[in-house]
């Protein structure tokens, strides 16, 4: 049976520090017709920039009614891929082919004009997305309702927050009734809710027998939404296969080997970022940079990082990940009201409108991970800084990984289950039999 998408030996060039040269004029086009063909050779000669393959001879299929996951690390290709497949972006060498209708969810509020209504951008977005205007009709009532901003539909989405410029954004993609969906890492940013009802819809569109390419950085929802998972590695194809086995390889490759990290100086002195993390680590009692610590015990993660500048709206965050990409938990610093020790006044934490305010400095997040909690075995750290409204400014998955040992555990290693909490049962005798 023919695949739905084939690609074969796809690559794609960029050229960094090549300017984009301007229209020639006629003027100029004739001057150069003029020139000598040494003098037109020296003059292409003079580049003065360098080549990064963002991908690399990638090739696979993908059947009709797959949903398949894209994991990688940042840069290794994967925006770029779909891009390509998208027809957004042209590939330097190879081919592809797609066989259905293509809709794609790649950016934020993409085709969306900020002074437009609402209900004016569905149908904007959707004309771009290439669904009809009676189609758009016939599914508004959907969209508005999977949006949750019908009290909002009149007013113009710059006035919109980014959540609900995703949820609008997602909405219209979603309904397109397209053979063909891309998604490029859209369920990072909203709630957990929004998070769970998107997940929900995507698993929705593959039970209709639609073919859905998704890009994650959450492990998790890979393995739970795709049978199938391609690993991206500096623009290579490295693995394809069972998703479960694709992102175990791909979270032990990415794996550091070390049980603390430190930025390094070049990259603190190149950062234009107004948060710079500089060095995290996992302690447990005396231990400093431990890489195995107690079931029994409580054990913190430290993170330490510079402001640059004032900032607003900014938090710290952690995931536990379990080896098979599930998240355990996440929690950022801004969770609890606990005192930020070392701000002048308790009235510095917190701006005109309520956000908390982190004036420049040198700062540590301190986040206490009780103990008889997590299960016996390995898991790994991803940490990263990021506006409370979605948008990360610096993120690093997997970062660290750790292993919590059994001393202390009294429960059975084979005991179900992602962690192992130690909960008091009581256990009465209602009546001699």
Not at 246 to 267: I, T
Not at 332 to 350: A, I, M, Q
Request: a positive charge.
């Amino acid at each position: 049976m023919r695949p739905i998408i084939r690609v074969e030996n796809l690559s794609k060039r960029y050229r960094i520090g090549a300017r984009q040269p301007s229209y020639p004029t006629l003027r100029e086009r004739l001057v150069e017709l003029t020139e000598s063909p040494l003098k037109r050779l020296r003059k292409g000669q003079k580049t003065g920039h360098t080549a990064v393959w963002a991908l690399k001879d990638v090739s696979f299929d993908v059947a009709a009614g797959e949903v398949v996951g894209i994991v990688g690390r940042n840069g290794s290709g994967k925006s770029t891929l779909l891009k390509i497949l998208s027809h957004i972006t042209e590939p330097t060498a190879g081919r592809v082919e797609l066989y259905g209708h293509c809709g794609s969810l790649l950016e934020v509020g993409t085709g969306f004009h900020p002074e437009l209504t609402g209900r004016e951008n569905i149908y904007l977005n959707g004309a771009i997305l290439g669904m009809s205007r009676s189609e758009i009709r016939q599914r508004f009532d959907e969209i508005v309702a999977f949006a949750e901003v019908d009290q909002f539909m009149d007013t113009a989405v710059k006035h919109y927050s980014s959540g609900m410029y995703l949820r609008l954004a997602f909405a219209v993609a979603a309904h397109l009734r397209t053979e063909i969906l891309f998604i490029d890492e859209v369920l990072a940013v909203g709630d957990a809710e929004f998070q769970k009802k998107c997940l929900g819809k995507v698993e929705g569109i593959a039970r209709e027998g639609r073919t859905v390419l998704f890009v994650s950085h959450n492990p998790g929802a890979v393995t739970q939404l795709c049978r199938r998972a391609l690993w991206l590695n500096d623009g290579q194809l490295e693995s394809c296969g069972n998703s479960r086995d694709v992102v175990a390889a791909y979270l032990s490759k990415s794996y550091s080997g070390k049980h603390s990290w430190v930025q390094s100086a070049r990259d603190a002195m190149e950062s234009c970022r107004e948060i710079s993390l500089s060095s995290v680590r996992l302690c447990q009692g005396t231990q400093q940079a431990t890489g195995v610590v107690r079931f029994d015990q409580e054990f913190t993660a430290e993170i330490e990082y510079e402001v640059k500048k004032a900032v607003t709206d900014v938090s710290i965050v952690l995931r536990i990940v379990t080896e098979s990409g599930t998240i355990v938990f996440s929690s950022s610093d801004t969770d609890t009201p606990s005192p930020r020790v070392g701000f002048l006044c308790e009235e510095s934490w917190r701006d005109d409108c309520g956000a908390e305010l982190r004036s420049q400095g040198h700062y540590i997040s301190t986040c206490k991970i009780p103990g008889r909690l997590l299960k016996s075995g390995s898991f790994f750290l991803t940490v990263g800084a990021r506006r409370q409204r979605g948008n990360w400014i610096e993120f690093h998955e997997n970062l660290l990984m750790f292993s919590v040992s059994t001393v202390g555990n009294p429960v059975h290693s084979r005991h179900l289950g992602v962690i192992t909490p130690i909960l008091d049962w009581e256990v009465r005798r209602l009546r001699e039999v």
